[in-house]
């Protein structure tokens, strides 16, 4: 569908793509005016608020807060008839509530610590303080007008919807969250409610809370009397669920408790929810001082590097919470060495083992295919040893038993011719035949020794290799193995339904 031609004055405006649509209207990206977007509202109410947009812009409030989208030009179409405002373009940055949920933190800000969570709630109080300081009341406090971006900047957005005075004509904040929403304008109309800081202050400390608190709402507990408690009647009852006053409520298991904070961050949040703090809630200006001394009093868990907490805290709450919830709230996207209660993390599986380290604690492991001790051969001319001097003695007297041999061997021809037995001159042959053709080498005798141990060895070998654990160590490096394939398969399988929840998370969170 092709957008009508804008103007700033002059000027006309080069519409890019659509970046967001909504009940009142669309915001469309400037291509000639890089960082700004417009505004353009639906015929419908367009002209109700050509006189709210035209006041923001003639204060000047963009000047003033430079992280809120307020209206910075009223643009017009080529009659010059109010159409909608230019604001600042907020880019790169996420709904809060992606930031606050373990699970949506770990995909959009899989890099988050504790620190950078209680820097971001920093950046919201600032921002608070920055918008009130112009004159103007937020009213509409909501996880959709708050975005923070990897670098824990925060910004609002709406800023149009924000309570503005022009002299003495007070243009109003019409709508609000009832989550937001202070006790004592709980189920009234707020149409013709003139919204004070004092209200902001309670929404504020909401949010803070949820942030700090790994998204726990403060209102939300288990209630100890009869019957159910809407979270919008705990809001008006100031039934505060982690108070230490007495509020009927008690906090859900494995939750932050306030003691987990500095006192002075304690100390507000009670003050912020308490029926004896009406109309004077902690301010904006207030909760960045106490903000900024619990980022200094961090101290990092030394189980996990991830896990910041007060330095007063008498334990970890993260690790604690984290034991009770069996998941993490934090990940490391390093994958350096971090402590996670019976196993690590994986981007995209979730909670599981560290399967490159097991691999490669197991495929590290020399396993030998079997057995084998090299018999050298018989090579060369060694050092004569004992046995073989007495050999080359030996070796002297050949000559001497050749002709010994010889002459064994006359006599027993003769003894045969001379009518001795046949058997008798057979054995003195076969003696003077020995003393004849014996061999005169000891190598025989060497390398019979040498057969003989080579022998024993190999024997010995054999024995150590039917008796090794080399087959067992083999088939349970394979049964690991086969198990690790069955948990990766498993992970995945668990990536599957998880990015099936993540597709109607939303929806079913709206619900």
Known sequence: MKTAKLF????ELHIDKRIGKGGEGEVFAIRNMPGFAVKTYLPGIVAEREKKIR??????????????????????????????????????????????????????FPKADYAFIVRVALNIARVF???????????DINQRGILVSPTATVALIDADSFQVSDGAQRYLCVVGVPEYTPPELQGKSLKAIVRTIDHDAFGLAVCLFQLLCMDRHPFSGRFTGHGDMPLEKAIADYRFAYSSRNTGMVPPPGTVRLHDFTPKIAQLFESAFSPNHMGKRPSAPTWVEALG????ALRVCSRNKLHRYARNAMECPWCRMENEYGRPLFLDTDLTNVHVPNGRLDPAAGFVLDIPALLSAINGVSIPSSISVTIPPVAGAPLPSQAASEALSQKRLGPLAKIAGVGVMFGAAYAFASGVPGIVALGIAAFGGWLLFRSSSPAESLLAEHRKTASALSSRVEQLQRSSPIEQVLRKKAEALDAIDEFKQLASAFGNVRNEYEKHRRQKQLA
Do not use: W
């Open 8 to 11: 700033v004055g002059r000027h």
């Open 55 to 108: 006041a923001m812009v003639s204060a000047r409030l963009a000047d003033n807060a430079s992280m809120v989208a307020f209206p910075h030009q009223v643009a017009v179409d080529g009659r010059g008839i109010f159409a909608g405002f230019v604001m600042r373009l907020v880019e790169k940055h996420k709904e809060i509530h992606e930031l606050q949920t373990p699970s949506s933190r770990q995909k959009y």
């Open 129 to 139: 303080a920055q918008v009130h300081a112009t004159g103007c009341v937020i009213g």
């Open 293 to 296: 001394e619990l980022e200094s």
